[in-house]
């Protein structure tokens, strides 16, 4: 069974420690490539530098919606768990096209509205949104969207765009909203809280299995609260997948290999 996370931060400091261990438990599970997503200067070139040293490994480069917002929104422990210097937006978007053929993947970008000072910044946010979708195109790579409490927002601004090669992710939109996404031809990816959460298998049942890809999102959004979440959990997503589609494990996971392959030109 060949898997794949199509979306992880394996530059997190949470896997400074033990990343050899991580990616070693991945691949017992037969998983095959992690796509590690940056989210500001800093996680893109520590991305990178991970994928230059794990074949198993590629590398997405993103401008998260948070991060961008580090200039506008002083980012301090009450307010985020995220603590970004302020940095210039063109500048990275610039850095990122210069290695583009290093990268198979934008993302994570997207908007975020969960916070009240960053959901205040909305047009900044759609802008600066618009600026990686502009990027997404002219090197031709699939985009890896967050939409945080602002998926309407997010899918008009790519329909607005007409993008094809999307991937939703950590999709917590409504019914109406997936299955729009559906008539797109974009990509959902499911997280192993599936095993929880009824929202991602209402998702897995309303979406066609050539339009699922999985991901863990680690080592955030694990499936056991209060833990570190890791690439090796995909096998819960694949395992959640097959219930519902009723089906093996087995074609579950080579139709949502194929998916990516295809995707990502792998
Ligand atoms: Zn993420």
């Given at each position: 069974m060949k898997l794949i996370d199509?979306?992880?931060?394996?530059?997190?400091?949470?896997?400074?420690?033990d990343l050899k261990k991580v990616i070693g438990r991945f691949e017992k599970t037969g998983g095959v490539c992690i796509i590690s997503s940056g989210t500001n200067p800093e996680t893109n070139r520590k991305a990178l530098e991970i994928a230059r040293k794990h074949n198993i490994v590629k590398v997405s480069f993103g401008l998260y919606p948070l991060d961008a917002l580090a200039k506008e929104v002083e980012q301090n422990e009450d307010n985020s768990l995220r603590k970004i210097k302020p940095f210039n937006i063109d500048e990275e978007l610039v850095w990122i096209e210069r290695h583009k053929d290093e990268c198979i993947a934008i993302g994570e970008v997207g908007l975020d509205y969960n916070w009240p000072e960053f959901a205040k910044h909305k047009e900044k946010q759609i802008k600066f949104f618009e600026k990686t979708i502009a990027l997404a195109k002219k090197i031709d790579k699939p985009l890896i969207i967050h939409s945080r409490k602002a998926e309407l927002d997010a899918i008009e601004v790519l329909e607005k765009h007409q993008c094809k090669k999307v991937v939703m992710h950590c999709f917590n939109g409504k019914k109406s909203l997936i299955k729009r996404c559906v008539e797109n031809g974009w990509f959902f990816s499911v997280p192993p809280v599936i095993m929880r959460l009824e929202h991602f298998k209402m998702l897995v049942e309303i979406t066609p299995l050539k339009q699922l890809l999985t991901e863990t999102d680690a080592p955030y959004l694990?499936?056991?609260?209060?833990t570190r979440n890791e690439p090796s959990n995909i096998t819960i997503t694949i395992k959640e997948i097959a219930k519902i589609k009723n089906t093996g494990e087995e074609n579950i996971a080579e139709q949502i290999f194929k998916n990516a392959k295809d995707l990502f030109n792998l």
């Open positions: 199509v979306h992880a931060h394996l530059e997190d400091t949470r896997f400074e420690e694990s499936p056991v609260v209060g």
